[in-house]
Structures are given as structure tokens and as C-alpha cells.
């Protein structure tokens, strides 16, 4: 009975209601608006297409959802019975409406714009569901015209499959069938340089497809510059199309997707291109070709990351690691096989660390983490314990207790373990503190190397961590060199101890960064946690000379309560979070910016003086950078580019990356750089900015800001 009762009832309500597309369309100014649906019916828990149908005057037209650089998009708001629920529209494949120097991207002739509609599995049979549509719209020809109309249409509930519609079905179905898909296609884009955005894709499908009509229409409007050319390189499987970048790129955050439609040889398709290198087969060089230029600029980078190895050995935040590897390798003066055995442990403990940081960062920004090289020393936290580390360090080479020496009659096979250890975790810590320099030939280097394929990145980071262990390690390998060091004797001690003054340097320069990161609660911490490890290292220090005669009951205890004192010390590190400092709070920059007068950078607040014409001077910054802050104390801080700044009308903004912040990591991104310093010089005129080195002299600085501020010729 149930079965036959509704078909009765479908029966009656299809008498009623009649068919859904015969319902007529609504005339406006130069547009004709109807809505229809695919079937004469809907069944319960079904999703029925219904589209807006609009028939355009001659010579006029609509927008797609992304207008292009002038134009509205159609917007459809739905009324509909309790429970019916309209999705998105499925946009079809726009066309190019240049206007002068403008592009558009719109409709003409027959529009046809369908939606998915869910019917709820409630849905009584036989009752008659009241469709409805306000649409709104801008038809353009000369002139524009803004259009709003209201259609509606009615579907019977009905039981099974609804008829299709002869009519709507068919216009609906083809619609459909011609809107952009995936097509399984891989697509990339390369952050813009010098204002050229690169997107690349590759697939079965475009193998062999004629690309000289390919354009890419973006669904972000600010994406690219839409009135300039596309232009379009053939691959064997694909193709990439260079671009002018658009706003969404000046703003300082780069979009994590280049989403939109590709168009060629009369088909479409749908990407989402991420950041990263070209896939296989979408340039024109071809497999050989891409696989030869990947391999050069591989040794490229490489050689640019060992020469910034090289040269960070000259950096001043690594002056008191070098000093600890000093003090080692007088020690084996007239041992060159110990030295040799030290060197190779240095290599390890060097190298170990490069990959370990380069994979760290590797997996935090897969994970979508907006971070760069020296992020370790972002984190208040690792900040106050590298400065314990430190400050141990360096009370062992002042005397207070012995790691890796033969003190007082501890065996010689226990010193040799001792040091060799010793010689590693010194590599480690060399890295560590070294990180946050940035030496010239690592920028692009490192840049480089986060834009490629793990195996390649790590490659590059090995390099770096060659040349930077390159110049101990080779001296203690040489024999020669070995034997012209002095002998040991008396004067070691005495060295040594003068060379703990370094290590404490940087533990109270530690401290100052700790200061620019957290409030007054987490420096208190860290500052008794301090004076915790100091006692510790004295009990302990205690605890090796009562061991050494022969104490070994006070001894146990003296150690004892130095691990106490350790843990205690750490956990006072490790306990609670670190605020910011109130000076903070404000927007004002934490890392110094010289005597300059200074503004806080934000990706806004660039846009904001790029957009009034004024020149600009962008300071990427640290505290826990010592180049930044050589360079702001021997380059801003001077009348020259005071005045300078003065009269070109310039305005300088600080971005500071003491503390995490994506935006900057963003922007250092898109000048292919993964950390600071930065410097860059924005002109009047616009265009892409000058990128100054990163040693400044005060000349370098003010000669830049002049020429920001003259026309382009």
C-alpha cells in the first residue's frame, strides 16, 4: 500500500505543479534571468542541480567569481524550505574582457551557473518545495550596469529517480561537463623575483596539448597583475607561465596557494599550486636539461653555503666556542694523533648538528610553522638554557670543575673518551650559537636549499658545516702546523683560564637577549637558576678533589648535591611561560634599530608607504643577531644616514625576529632568505627593492636611501 500511495501522491503533485522549467524567465536591463532545474522532481535525501540561467544582450557581459581588475562577480542568495541547503556555485570557464590597459574576466551570451542543492531525507512526498533566488549582478558593455533580480522555480517531492527535465537537463548536464576540473594535474609556483611570478604544472593530461593559448586565471584578484601578458614555456608533460606578481605578494605574506583555472587547447583545469620547484616535464628544458641545471645550481649553493661556513668561523658570536677548541688543541701540541682524533670528533659534532637543525626546520615548515634559520634562539627558553650552557662552560675552563682534562689522577683512557666527547659536544654547541649569524654566501644558499627536495636541502647543509669546521679541522690534521704550536706546560693553565672570560661574555650576551624576549618574571628566573648552576658546578668541582684523595663517601654525597643543584637550575629554566616585555606590548621594536627614529614593519604598514610613494628602509633584525647589531651601531647609528634618511624622505621600519613572527619570515621568504639580518631599500617609483649586503658602512646605507628617493629614469 505504502509503495502505491506515493506514487498517487507523486502523480498528483507533477499534475499540480507542473514542470520546473517552464517557469518564466524575469527580463531586466540587457539580461534575461531564469532559474531551472536538471530533473521535474526531487527524491529525499538527493541533491538536485538547479542553475541560474542568464541570456545576455549582444556586446554585453557578466563577471566570473574573480573579475579581474575591474567588475563585480554574481552573487546568488537562496530561500529555501526548512532543511534544503544550497552549496557553491560551479563557475564555468571565464573568458578575457581587455579593457585598454585593464583584463576582465567574465561571460557572454548564455550563462550558465549551477548549484548542487541537498534535499533533507525528511522531505515529504507529494508536498510542492518553493525555490527561489536573489541575484545580483553587473552586466557591462560601454557602460555597467548593476542588475538584481529575484526567480524562483518549484519541485515536487517525489519517491525514486526523478525524470530528468528535456529541457534544463540537458543545459545543466553540459554546463557541468565543460566547468574546470583537477585532471590530476601537480602545480608549483616559485616566490616571485624581481616581480615575475613562475607557476608550473605538470600531468598525463598535458602531454603533448599545444600551450601557445594557455593563460591562468587566478581566483585570488590579487594574485597577479592581470592587465600584463602571460607568458608560456612548453614542457614535455606540462608547462610554466610566467607572470607578473600582484599585491597579494607585495603585502609581505606570501599566499601558502596559487589557486585557480588553466585553460589550453579548449579544455580546463582546476590547480592549487603550492611553493616549490617546477614538477618533472612542466619546463621546457626537459628532463636531461631540468636534471643538468638542478645539478649546477646544487653546486652552486653548495659552494656558496662552504665559503659562508668559512666565513661565520669569523663571526663574533662564534669567537667563544673557538676559544674552548683553542685551549684542546694546544693540549696536543706534540700529539698528532690526538689532534687529529680531536679534529675528526669537532667534524662530527659540527656536521651532526648542521643536519640536525637543517631537519628540524625542514619538519616545522612542512608542518606549515613560519620559521627560519636561528630559530632556536627565537624561543626565550632554549635562549636561557644555551646561557647556562654557556656559563658552565665557562666555569670549567676558569677551574671550578674538570670535564675532559686528567685532573688529579682520573685515568688517562677516561680523559681520552673525556675529550674526544668533548671535542664533539663542542662542534654542537659552535653550531648552535652560530646559527643565528648569517654570513655573506649563506642567504641564498639556504634559500636555495628550503626550496628543493630534502636529500638536495641536506646536501647544502652539509657543505655549510664543511666549510665551517674546514679551518680547525684542517689544521689539526696537518703535522706541520701541529708541530709549530708551542709545548705544553705551566702557561696552559694560565691560558686557558683567560679564555674562560669569552664564555662568560656570552653567557651575559645570552642574558641581554633573554631580556629583549621576556618579561621581568622570566629574566628573575633565569637568573637565579644561574647562580643554582654555579653552586652546583663548585659542589661538584668539590665532590672531583675529595674523589681524587680517596674521599669517596663525601665525595658520593658532594655529587649528589650537585645533580640537585643541576636539576634545580634547569627546572627553574623549564618552569612556567615567558611574557613579553612591556616594551613590547606597544608595537615598538624589541631588537635595537640604531639612533634612527623608527617605525614597527608590518606587511600593512609597507603596502600603506609603497602606496603614498615613499621610500622606504626595511631593517630585519634580531637581538640575538650579533651582525644586525654591529651593523646598527656602526651603520644607523650615524649622521650620515640620519641625514640621508632625512632628506630622501624616507621611512625606516624595523621588523624584529627576536621573538617568532610569520609575517617576517613570509617576506624574508619571498627575497629567497631564511634569516636575518635583511636589509632592503624600497623606492619611490615602486618596482622591486634594492637588497643591501649584509656588512653596511654608513656610505652604503645613505648612497641607497638617495637613490630611492629619485624618479626612475
Not at 656558496?304 to 666565513?311: E, H, S
Not at 621576556?518 to 674523589?547: E, M
Not at 649528589?560 to 634547569?570: D, E, F, H, K, P
Request: aromatic share 6%; charged share 10%; hydrophobic share 55%.
Amino acid at each position: 500500500m505504502k509503495p502505491l500511495l506515493g506514487m498517487i501522491l507523486t502523480v498528483l503533485a507533477l499534475l499540480g505543479a507542473g514542470r520546473a522549467a517552464l517557469a518564466a524567465p524575469v527580463a531586466s536591463a540587457h539580461a534575461s534571468t531564469d532559474l531551472v532545474a536538471e530533473t521535474t522532481g526531487a527524491a529525499p535525501g538527493s541533491t538536485v542541480w538547479v542553475a541560474v540561467v542568464q541570456t545576455l544582450d549582444k556586446g554585453w557581459h557578466t563577471y566570473w567569481r574573480n573579475p579581474g581588475d575591474a567588475g563585480e562577480a554574481t552573487t546568488i542568495a537562496w530561500t529555501l524550505p526548512a532543511g534544503w541547503r544550497a552549496g557553491d556555485i560551479v563557475w564555468p570557464t571565464p573568458h578575457r574582457l581587455p579593457v585598454g590597459p585593464i583584463m576582465n574576466y567574465g561571460f557572454e551570451g548564455r550563462v550558465v551557473l549551477p548549484v548542487p542543492i541537498q534535499i533533507p531525507s525528511n522531505a515529504r512526498l507529494g508536498e510542492t518545495a518553493k525555490l527561489s533566488a536573489a541575484v545580483d549582478y553587473l552586466v557591462c558593455a560601454e557602460v555597467c550596469v548593476p542588475g538584481s533580480v529575484t526567480v524562483a522555480t518549484t519541485l515536487p517531492v517525489v519517491a525514486g529517480t526523478p525524470a530528468a527535465d528535456p529541457a534544463a537537463g540537458p543545459l545543466i548536464a553540459a554546463a557541468l561537463a565543460a566547468a574546470p576540473k583537477p585532471g590530476g594535474l601537480t602545480a608549483t609556483f616559485q616566490t616571485p623575483v624581481a616581480g615575475r611570478l613562475v607557476i608550473a604544472a605538470a600531468g598525463d593530461s598535458l602531454a603533448g596539448a599545444p600551450a601557445a593559448d594557455a593563460y591562468f586565471y587566478p581566483y585570488d584578484e590579487s594574485l597577479i597583475d592581470h592587465g600584463k601578458p602571460q607568458s608560456v614555456d612548453r614542457g614535455p608533460r606540462g608547462l610554466t607561465l610566467t607572470m607578473t606578481s600582484g599585491a597579494a605578494f607585495a603585502k609581505g605574506a606570501a599566499p601558502p596557494l596559487a589557486s585557480g583555472v588553466l585553460t589550453l587547447d579548449g579544455k580546463a583545469y582546476e590547480i592549487a599550486a603550492r611553493p616549490g620547484p617546477p614538477p618533472a616535464g612542466a619546463d621546457g628544458l626537459g628532463a636531461p636539461a631540468a636534471a643538468a641545471e638542478l645539478g649546477a645550481g646544487l653546486l652552486l649553493a653548495m659552494g656558496g653555503a662552504f665559503l659562508g661556513g668559512l666565513i661565520l668561523n669569523l663571526m663574533p658570536c662564534v669567537f667563544p666556542i673557538l676559544s674552548m677548541k683553542a685551549v684542546a688543541l694546544t693540549g696536543h701540541a706534540g700529539e698528532p694523533a690526538a689532534a687529529r682524533a680531536q679534529a675528526l670528533a669537532f667534524l662530527a659534532g659540527v656536521l651532526l648538528s648542521f643536519l640536525g637543525l637543517a631537519g628540524a626546520l625542514e619538519a616545522a615548515r612542512a608542518a606549515g610553522a613560519a620559521v627560519g634559520w636561528g630559530f632556536q634562539l627565537q624561543s626565550p627558553m632554549a635562549v636561557a638554557l644555551l646561557g647556562l650552557v654557556m656559563l658552565a662552560a665557562a666555569l670549567n675552563l676558569s677551574g671550578l670543575f674538570e670535564i675532559g682534562t686528567s685532573a688529579q689522577g682520573l685515568g688517562a683512557s677516561l680523559a681520552s673518551r673525556g675529550g674526544l666527547a668533548g671535542s664533539a659536544f663542542t662542534g654542537i654547541l659552535a653550531v648552535v650559537v652560530a646559527a643565528p649569524c648569517t654570513a655573506p654566501f649563506m642567504g641564498p644558499a639556504l634559500g636555495f636549499a628550503l626550496t628543493q627536495p630534502a636529500p638536495i636541502g641536506l646536501a647544502v647543509f652539509a657543505a655549510l658545516g664543511l666549510g665551517f669546521a674546514a679551518p680547525f679541522t684542517l689544521l689539526s690534521l696537518s703535522p706541520a702546523l701541529i708541530r709549530r704550536l708551542p709545548r705544553p706546560g705551566a702557561w696552559m693553565d694560565l691560558f686557558r683560564k683567560a679564555l674562560a672570560f669569552p664564555m662568560y661574555a656570552a653567557a651575559a650576551w645570552l642574558v641581554w637577549v633573554l631580556a629583549q624576549q621576556t618579561d621581568s618574571a622570566g629574566l628573575a628566573r633565569a637568573l637565579a637558576a644561574a647562580v643554582v648552576l654555579a653552586v652546583g658546578a663548585w659542589l661538584f668541582g668539590l665532590a672531583q678533589r675529595h674523589g681524587a684523595m680517596g674521599r669517596s663517601l663525601r665525595a658520593g654525597g658532594l655529587f649528589a648535591s650537585a645533580a640537585v643543584a643541576l636539576l634545580a637550575a634547569v627546572g627553574l629554566v623549564a618552569a612556567g611561560a615567558y611574557g613579553a616585555p612591556a616594551a613590547a606590548s606597544g608595537g615598538v621594536a624589541r631588537a635595537s634599530a640604531g639612533d634612527l627614529p623608527s617605525e614597527p614593519w608590518s606587511p600593512d604598514a609597507l603596502a600603506a608607504l609603497r602606496a603614498a610613494h615613499r621610500p622606504v628602509l626595511v631593517n630585519f633584525t634580531a637581538a640575538w643577531c650579533v651582525t644586525c647589531q654591529v651593523n646598527e651601531r656602526l651603520a644607523f647609528s650615524t649622521g650620515e644616514v640620519a641625514r640621508a634618511l632625512k632628506r630622501s624622505g624616507a621611512v625606516y621600519l624595523v621588523g624584529d625576529w627576536t621573538r617568532r613572527d610569520g609575517a617576517i619570515a613570509q617576506a624574508l621568504g619571498q627575497q629567497g632568505r631564511i634569516g636575518v639580518p635583511l636589509y632592503l631599500v624600497y623606492g619611490a617609483d615602486g618596482g622591486e627593492p634594492k637588497v643591501l649586503p649584509q656588512l653596511l658602512t654608513p656610505a652604503l646605507v645613505a648612497d641607497a636611501l638617495d637613490q630611492a628617493a629619485r624618479p626612475a629614469s
